[in-house]
């Protein structure tokens, strides 16, 4: 399975110009290519990402952290997710695993 060149170009906004909060992927419709879904701005919070994943299909996401250590230095990590419903049938499970 193929990924598309704009989850590339989108995941390299996220970690070095920090123009999105998150992306979330999904499989497209002919199971042969790995594309985006969806973006989130730089003032979305994680509540607005968990907000945006299906309850009944599975994703990927990249979500960038930001926190502050106990020294007071802020850092950011990014965080890559699989989101898998539990009730997914078992073809879409392995497909999901697969691609991961």
């Known amino acids: 399975m193929g990924v598309a060149d704009h989850c590339k170009s989108a995941y390299l906004e996220l970690q070095r110009k920090k123009v999105h909060r998150y992306i979330i992927f999904k499989i497209d419709e002919k199971k042969k290519e790995v594309v985006v879904e969806k973006t989130g701005g730089p003032a979305e919070s994680y509540e607005d990402f968990t907000s945006s994943l299906p309850e009944n299909d599975c994703r990927y996401a990249v979500y960038d952290f930001d926190f502050v250590t106990s020294e007071n230095c802020k850092k950011s990590k990014i965080f890559f997710i699989a989101w898998l419903a539990s009730f997914l049938l078992i073809s879409c499970f ?6 991961t």
């Open 94 to 99: 392995a497909i999901c695993l697969s691609t």
